[in-house]
């Protein structure tokens, strides 16, 4: 089974950073799209960045773009969430994700396609105030 274990999450002020870690595990793929998605309370969960391991294809959603770097170690089995300059509205459950989707369909986007199976990890908080 695939296993996604999520850490770095915590409390900053306003302007400050965090850096995410997600260690993956139980692949059987050479390279996968792999992305952080967030739920803030009350509202729709929301993908924030998304990467294809092999090609370093990227893909940030507009409100992140410039403050927040999606990035993988060699071994592609840990993925970083990179997050600066953060915001209150920043503040929210970050989930690493992984889609079985091919490379040229590796975006935010490929996880709502319902023939693309995804995985989950259990969420880091953060929280910006």
């Known amino acids: 089974d695939v296993q996604l274990v999520e850490s770095g999450g915590g409390s900053v002020q306003p302007g400050g950073s965090l850096r995410l870690s997600c260690d993956a595990s139980g692949y059987t793929y050479s390279s996968n799209c792999m992305g952080w998605f967030r739920q803030a309370p009350g509202k729709e969960r929301e993908g924030v960045a998304a990467l294809y391991t092999t090609g370093r294809l990227t893909s940030y959603a507009t409100s992140v773009k410039g403050r927040f770097a999606i990035s993988q170690v060699n071994s592609k089995s840990t993925v970083y969430l990179q997050m600066n300059l953060l915001k209150p509205e920043d503040t929210a459950m970050y989930y690493c994700?992984?889609?079985?989707?091919?490379?040229?369909?590796?975006?935010?986007?490929?996880?709502?396609?319902?023939?693309?199976?995804?995985?989950w990890g259990q969420g880091t908080q953060v929280t910006v105030s």
């Open positions: 994700t992984t889609v079985l989707s091919p490379k040229s369909e590796c975006s935010l986007r490929a996880w709502f396609v319902p023939s693309y199976d995804t995985f």
